[in-house]
Structures are given as C-alpha cells and as structure tokens.
C-alpha cells in the first residue's frame, strides 16, 4: 500500500474535520433555528418565483412593445390605403362627371337608313326614302293613217268615243318619269306595336300630285301572330310582296299586277292576320276600296263611290325543302270580291242597276314611262269575282328560278233567263329566272314570303377597287283577257242584250334585264322588253267607224288592233 504524505494529504484531512463539524453542528441547532431556517428558504422560493415572473413580465412588455409597434405600421398602411382610395373615388368622380350622361335615345345609320332608337329598343323611328326616275325609248313603227293603221287601245266592254284611243297606240312616248317618289317613316311603339306612314307622288305615264300610299298599325306582341289595319298591299303572291326596291326587272309581271288589282294591291284599306315561321306563312284579310288619287296629266280625282268594295284575300306558303344556302318555296293565294264597289247609285226608280257594281281588268305593259292601256275588258257587271294563284320558286346559292299562275272568274249579272250569258274567265302566268354574277344570293324574307335584292358584299368604290353586285334575268309573261272572242273578220254581237264575248286582248312580254346595285341604297337597271299584243277588235258593226275609227262593214270586222314593238329602259334608283 503505498502511503499518502505531504500537502495533499493535510488538506484531506481538514475538509474531512470540517465537514464532521458542519453535521454536528447541524445536530446541535435548536428547533427555532429549524423553522427559522424554513422560513427563510421558503422566502428565497417566493423571491426566485417573483423574480421569474419579473422575467416573464419583462419579456411580455417587449412582446407588446413589438405588437404596438406592428399594430402602428399595419395603421399606417390602412392609412395609406384609405388615402389612395380616396384620391381613386375623386378621379373616379371627375371622369364620371365628364363623360356626358347616358341618352335616352339613340341614332343609328345602317345600310343608309337613319334610324332613332329608344336605350330600351321599344320605341324607333327609321326614315324612308325612293326616287326611281324610268328613262324609255320604244321601237315601234311608224303611225300610219287611221284609214290603214288599225292600232288601238280601249275597253273591249262599254267602248265609246272619249275612252277609245287611236293616237298613242300608234305613237308611245319616248320620255322619262318618275316611277316612285316617296317619303315616309315606320317603326316600333311601346315594344309591340309596329306603324308605317309613306306617301308617293309619281305614277304611271305620269306623276301624281301625292297620295297616301301606306299607312298602317300592327300589334305583334302575340307572336307569331300579328294583326294590320290601314292602308297597305296585303299578300297576294311573291311578286307582290316583294318590296319594289328590290325587285329584278322595272315592273312586275302584267299577271302579278292584275291578280293583286283585284282585291289586294297598292293603296288598299284593309286589315290583315297573318303568321309565319322560318319556313311557312299563312295570312288572310279583308279589304276594301283603293286610297284616291289624283294625277297631275288630268287633274281628276278618283270619285267618291255609293258603297265601296268589299273583299277577301288569303294566302299560304311553305318552304319545305332547305339547306344553308338552297330553298324550294310553293304557294297558294286568292281573293274574292263579295260585292264591288256601287259607282252609280240608285236609279230613278230607287233601284240599282246591272252597271251599278262592275269588275274591270286592264293594264299596262310592263313598263309605266309610256301608260297607254292595250289590253282592257271594259266594265263587267259582276256580283263577285275571283282569283286563285299558285306559287313555285327554287333558289340554289346565287341562282334563282320563280314562276307565277292566276285564274281569274267574273260572276256577271247582266244575263236574264232569255238571255243567259256565260261568266268570263281568264289566266296568266310568268316564269323568270335570275342569276347574281358576283355572287350574292338573293335573300328570302320568311315574313314576307317573297325574295329580296341580294345584299352587296363589296360596295361601289374606286379607291378600294370594288364594284358592287351584278344580276342578271329572263322573264317571259302571258296575260290572256280575251274570253270567247270568236275567230277574226267576225264582229261582236250588237244590239240591245248583252253577249258573252269579251275581246280583251292578250300581252306577251319577253324582258331580259341587268341590275347593278352599287351600294345597299344606289342602283341601276337596264332592260330590254319585247312586247306582243294579239288583239281583235272589239267593234260591233254599228260603233266601228264612229268609235273605233275602223272601216265599216266587212273591212272592219274583227281586225287586229294589236302590235309588236320593243323598248329599252333605264332605271335611277336612290332607295333607303
């Protein structure tokens, strides 16, 4: 064992005597140091928890000191951010206030056409404009003497000095007229109510004075109902309802204009329901007299009648067969006169004569610089009359083919048992076929039933290099007023009865057209015409001579009074 001397072990022996004496002394203390002793570390324990909790505080009191300090940045923020939008919302203000306030209407121009407009759309007003001046030259032979030149115009029935013509069927005017010059205004009320005024002041061989040409209010918040009363042409077949702005040649068919005159037609009173989807239409109306004129080459007026007329007109179409950009259309239409208008009034005897109520067909050829009438029936004494038609059209892109038929019927009441005499019928017909060489197709109007111009793709414009559309047509036509007329060198039946035949005449026409529509509101149209009137004279032996200036006896009986001649026309045309 080795033995432990020196310092170290003199200082091990003194922290050993020490410690004993601590613990005996720690033995000897008395209670009351005890508890002393205690309480005096029980106080050190209470003075290190307030100590911690001095601590705990301090560092809460640095967390809110952060806090406070954040709450004030995020304050400022807000601050900042209030500023800003309140310099926004004063901007905001000031452009507000100098942009001009919402107006409660609107004008607009389309295609041409000014139209003011409510912000809501139930109120508009769009202004309407057309001029159309017609420029002619006829190729007509030469006039002759009466003696040899048996040209004439006239009515087949009632015949007589001051209605008979012997001058300008042998020499039609070379001119210019103004077809249509109108002026009106149509629109919308209250979302539902659809209104038209329009007035015209040109005519046919001369201007009019100014008329009344349509005017009209139409409720159509049932759709797809709607219900017109006024004055308008109420639908009686394609041609008729397509819109004279639009139209392929100068004038239509001598059958469309007859079969439409009849109970339908310009200037009609009426009032008309009629419906239509995409591809049907169905309408029907009654109507009455035609709106009087007066015309500017003989200041007369249209006399006021004592009872007017009263008529029927209907019509259907369907287009069953379509495609994007193909169609084929059929139709029926018709109208029937109830009873014509009385143009004479009571007899002395307070009775109505047979000549009170009378049914007249007439017109000019397809063409109006020139009026002259060549094929006329006169006054029929009629209780009704009729008309059926039908309707074919075939569209493939920018070609179209559209065809026409009518049968006309006369209930005459001017026979006796004695003396029956048979009730006249006529027909006619067209077939036209049109092409658009630049392409645009002529658009179908669902509402209408009918085919307008064809929109212009490429407007007139020398800058630009563009020049309109270009449409070309064919029409052939036949008109056929003649009714038993009997073989030629025949004179037809004089004396005191009434007889059956109605020598009025029958129109041919062949009319080959272009149209250049320049822009939606400018065209020109150029046609040629040729025209065929095949017509016996409707002379009784004893009026030839003092009426018809045709010779007497054998040389005058059933001559032809018809001819052939050719015209070319050119139309002007400012349309919106």
Same mark, same amino acid.
């Given at each position: 064992?080795?033995?432990?001397?020196?310092?170290?072990?003199?200082?091990?022996?003194? %922290?050993?005597?020490?410690?004993?004496?601590?613990?005996?002394?720690? #033995?000897?203390?008395?209670?009351?140091?005890?508890?002393? @002793?205690?309480?005096?570390?029980?106080?050190?324990?209470?003075?290190?928890?307030?100590?911690?909790?001095?601590?705990?505080?301090?560092?809460?009191?640095?967390?809110?000191?952060?806090?406070?300090?954040?709450?004030?940045?995020?304050?400022?923020?807000?601050?900042?951010?209030?500023? #800003?939008?309140?310099?926004?919302?004063?901007?905001?203000?000031?452009?507000?206030? $100098?942009?001009?306030?919402?107006?409660?209407?609107?004008?607009?121009?389309?295609?041409?056409?000014?139209?003011?407009?409510?912000?809501?759309?139930?109120?508009?007003?769009? =202004?309407?404009?057309?001029?159309?001046?017609?420029?002619?030259?006829?190729?007509?032979?030469?006039?002759?003497?009466?003696?040899?030149?048996?040209?004439?115009?006239?009515?087949?029935?009632?015949?007589?000095?001051?209605?008979?013509?012997?001058?300008?069927?042998?020499?039609?005017?070379?001119?210019?007229?103004?077809?249509?010059?109108?002026?009106?205004?149509?629109?919308? %009320?209250?979302?539902?109510? @659809?209104?038209?005024? =329009?007035?015209?002041?040109?005519?046919?061989?001369?201007?009019?004075?100014?008329?009344?040409?349509?005017?009209?209010?139409?409720?159509?918040?049932?759709?797809?109902?709607?219900?017109?009363?006024?004055?308008? $042409?109420?639908?009686?077949?394609?041609?008729? #309802? +397509?819109?004279?702005?639009?139209?392929?040649?100068?004038?239509?068919? *001598?059958? $469309?204009?007859?079969?439409?005159?009849?109970?339908?037609?310009?200037?009609?009173?009426?009032?008309? =329901?009629?419906?239509? &989807?995409?591809?049907?239409?169905?309408?029907?109306?009654?109507? &009455?007299? *035609?709106?009087?004129? /007066?015309?500017?080459?003989?200041?007369?007026?249209?006399?006021?009648?004592?009872?007017?007329?009263?008529?029927? *007109?209907?019509?259907?179409? /369907?287009?069953?067969?379509?495609?994007?950009?193909?169609?084929?259309?059929?139709?029926?239409?018709?109208?029937?006169?109830?009873?014509?208008?009385?143009?004479?009034?009571?007899?002395?005897?307070?009775?109505?004569?047979?000549?009170?109520?009378?049914?007249?067909?007439?017109?000019?050829?397809?063409?109006?610089?020139?009026?002259?009438?060549?094929?006329?029936?006169?006054?029929?004494?009629?209780?009704?009359?009729?008309?059926?038609?039908?309707?074919?059209?075939?569209?493939?892109?920018?070609?179209?083919?559209?065809?026409?038929?009518?049968?006309?019927?006369?209930?005459?009441?001017?026979?006796?048992?004695?003396?029956? /005499?048979?009730?006249?019928?006529?027909? &006619?017909?067209?077939?036209?076929?049109?092409?658009?060489?630049?392409?645009?197709?002529?658009?179908?109007?669902? #509402?209408?039933?009918?085919?307008?111009?064809?929109?212009?793709?490429?407007?007139? $414009?020398?800058? !630009?290099?563009?020049?309109?559309?270009?449409? *070309?047509?064919?029409?052939?036509?036949?008109?056929?007023?003649?009714?038993?007329?009997?073989?030629?060198?025949?004179?037809?039946?004089?004396?005191?009865?009434?007889?059956?035949?109605?020598?009025?005449?029958?129109?041919?026409?062949?009319?080959?057209?272009?149209?250049?529509?320049?822009?939606?509101?400018?065209?020109?149209?150029?046609?040629?015409?040729?025209?065929?009137?095949?017509?016996?004279?409707?002379?009784?032996?004893?009026?030839? +001579?003092?009426?018809?200036?045709?010779?007497?006896?054998?040389?005058?009986? !059933?001559?032809?009074?018809?001819?052939?001649?050719?015209?070319?026309?050119?139309?002007?045309?400012?349309?919106?």
């Amino acid at each position: 064992m080795t033995t432990m001397r020196g310092p170290r072990w003199g200082l091990m022996m003194g %922290a050993g005597a020490m410690a004993l004496a601590v613990a005996t002394a720690a #033995q000897a203390a008395t209670p009351e140091e005890q508890a002393q @002793d205690a309480r005096i570390a029980k106080l050190e324990a209470a003075v290190a928890s307030l100590e911690s909790r001095v601590e705990q505080d301090s560092a809460l009191e640095q967390q809110n000191a952060e806090l406070k300090s954040e709450v004030g940045d995020l304050q400022a923020q807000v601050s900042d951010l209030k500023s #800003q939008q309140t310099a926004q919302i004063a901007q905001i203000q000031t452009v507000q206030e $100098s942009v001009p306030p919402k107006p409660s209407a609107l004008a607009t121009i389309a295609n041409g056409r000014p139209t003011i407009a409510s912000a809501d759309g139930k109120f508009t007003a769009t =202004l309407h404009g057309v001029m159309q001046l017609d420029t002619a030259a006829y190729a007509q032979s030469g006039a002759g003497p009466t003696s040899a030149d048996f040209r004439r115009d006239g009515p087949a029935l009632g015949a007589s000095a001051t209605n008979v013509d012997a001058a300008h069927a042998r020499d039609l005017k070379d001119g210019d007229l103004f077809r249509r010059a109108r002026i009106g205004i149509d629109g919308t %009320a209250f979302g539902d109510w @659809d209104y038209r005024f =329009l007035f015209d002041f040109a005519g046919a061989g001369t201007e009019n004075a100014g008329q009344v040409y349509e005017t009209w209010v139409q409720y159509s918040g049932l759709k797809p109902f709607h219900f017109r009363v006024g004055a308008f $042409s109420p639908s009686i077949g394609m041609e008729d #309802q +397509a819109s004279t702005n639009g139209m392929p040649f100068l004038e239509r068919s *001598v059958d $469309s204009d007859l079969s439409r005159g009849l109970a339908a037609g310009d200037t009609r009173t009426a009032a008309e =329901l009629f419906a239509n &989807g995409d591809h049907w239409l169905i309408s029907g109306a009654v109507t &009455g007299r *035609v709106v009087g004129v /007066i015309n500017t080459g003989t200041a007369a007026a249209v006399p006021q009648s004592f009872g007017d007329q009263l008529g029927l *007109v209907g019509r259907g179409v /369907i287009s069953p067969l379509s495609g994007p950009d193909w169609l084929v259309h059929f139709g029926i239409h018709g109208s029937y006169v109830v009873h014509p208008a009385d143009s004479v009034g009571p007899g002395t005897n307070g009775q109505l004569t047979a000549a009170s109520e009378v049914i007249a067909f007439s017109n000019t050829p397809e063409l109006r610089v020139d009026g002259t009438k060549f094929i006329n029936t006169g006054n029929i004494d009629a209780t009704h009359a009729g008309t059926v038609g039908l309707e074919f059209a075939a569209q493939k892109a920018n070609v179209l083919i559209q065809s026409e038929y009518d049968y006309f019927t006369v209930d005459r009441d001017d026979g006796t048992p004695a003396n029956p /005499i048979d009730n006249p019928h006529f027909q &006619g017909y067209y077939v036209e076929g049109l092409w658009t060489l630049t392409g645009e197709q002529r658009r179908y109007n669902a #509402q209408t039933g009918a085919f307008d111009a064809p929109s212009v793709a490429h407007p007139f $414009s020398l800058s !630009g290099g563009t020049w309109g559309a270009l449409e *070309v047509g064919v029409r052939y036509s036949d008109m056929n007023l003649n009714f038993e007329a009997g073989a030629p060198g025949t004179y037809v039946p004089g004396g005191p009865l009434p007889n059956s035949v109605i020598r009025g005449g029958e129109e041919q026409n062949i009319t080959a057209g272009i149209n250049w529509y320049l822009n939606p509101v400018v065209r020109f149209m150029l046609d040629y015409e040729y025209v065929h009137i095949n017509r016996l004279s409707p002379a009784t032996s004893a009026n030839s +001579a003092s009426v018809w200036l045709l010779p007497a006896g054998a040389a005058g009986a !059933g001559v032809q009074i018809g001819q052939n001649y050719s015209v070319v026309a050119v139309r002007s045309q400012v349309a919106f």
